[in-house]
C-alpha cells in the first residue's frame, strides 16, 4: 500500500541522516533543504483521491470536505472507472447520486451541490471544469481549498492548498504562525519557491498524514527531524 511505501522510504531515508547535525543555517535555506529532501523521497507525488478525469477530480475534491480520501474512493472508484460525468450524474439525480455516497459524511448537501454544480458545468463548459479561480469557485460546494486543488493538480499552477495537514505540518516546521488556513496559504506562498509548487502542495498532505500526525507523530521516521524546531524544542525539553 501507499501508506506502507511511504513509512519504509522515509524510514531508509531518516537512519541515513540520524546522528547527523545539519550544517543549514537560515530559515530559507531550511526550508528549502526540507523541501529537497521530500522531492527527492517523492519526485513525482500524486492526489490520493481517485480520478480519470477532472471533473471526476473536481466531483472527489468536492467529496473528501470534512471526510477522508479513503471513504471517497471507496464509494467513487467503480463508478468513475465506469466513466461517470457530470450528465451521467444529472440523469441519477440528487436521490440516485446520494444513494451512490451515502457512507460519506455530510453526503446529502454535497449530493446537492454536486448535483448544481454538474448542471453548471453541462450548461456553461460542456462537461468540463473552469479554467480559473473566479469561475471554480463560483461552483456550488466549491471553495478556496477545492480551487486550489483543481488549479494545482489539473493546471498545474503554482498554488498550494491548505488542509488539515498542511495547516499543522507548516505549523511545526515553523513555516507560518497563522490562525486560518487562508492566513496560513498566503504566508506559506510567500516563502515557498514556485520551483516547488505545485508539488509542495501533496508533500506536505503526505508528511502530515502518515508521519507528522496531529497525535502521536512519527518523529522517529522522520526524514526532516534535524531541521524540525518543533522536534528540537521537544528534545530540549526531555534533556
Known amino acids: 500500500m501507499k501508506s506502507d511505501s511511504l513509512r519504509s522510504n522515509s524510514e531508509r531515508r531518516v537512519r541515513s541522516t540520524r546522528g547527523r547535525t545539519s550544517s543549514v543555517k537560515g530559515d530559507a535555506e531550511r526550508l528549502d533543504e526540507i523541501l529537497k529532501r521530500f522531492a527527492k523521497l517523492n519526485p513525482h507525488p500524486k492526489c490520493e483521491l481517485y480520478y480519470e478525469t477532472p471533473f471526476q477530480l473536481l466531483v472527489a475534491v468536492v467529496l473528501s470536505a470534512q471526510a477522508t480520501d479513503v471513504s471517497v474512493n471507496k464509494a467513487m472508484r467503480e463508478p468513475f472507472t465506469r466513466g461517470l460525468d457530470a450528465r451521467g450524474i444529472l440523469q441519477l439525480g440528487v436521490d440516485g447520486f446520494l444513494a451512490m455516497i451515502r457512507s460519506i459524511g455530510l453526503a446529502p448537501t454535497k449530493a446537492k451541490n454536486v448535483l448544481a454544480l454538474s448542471r453548471i458545468v ?106 524540525c524546531p518543533s522536534f528540537a524544542k521537544e528534545k530540549l525539553g526531555k534533556a
Open 122 to 227: 453541462v450548461d456553461q463548459y460542456a462537461g468540463g471544469i473552469p479554467r480559473t479561480r473566479e469561475d471554480l469557485e463560483a461552483l456550488p460546494g466549491v471553495g478556496r481549498k477545492t480551487a486550489n486543488v483543481i488549479l494545482g493538480e489539473i493546471y498545474r499552477e503554482p498554488t498550494l492548498a491548505v488542509d488539515t495537514h498542511v495547516f499543522r505540518v507548516g505549523a511545526r516546521l515553523g513555516w507560518h504562525k497563522q490562525k486560518t488556513p487562508e492566513a496560513a496559504e498566503r504566508e506559506l506562498l510567500a516563502r515557498i519557491d514556485a520551483k516547488h509548487l505545485p508539488n509542495a502542495h501533496h508533500w506536505l498532505i503526505l508528511h502530515g498524514r502518515y508521519v507528522c500526525k496531529a497525535q502521536n507523530p512519527q518523529c522517529h521516521a522522520c526524514i526532516v527531524s534535524d531541521l
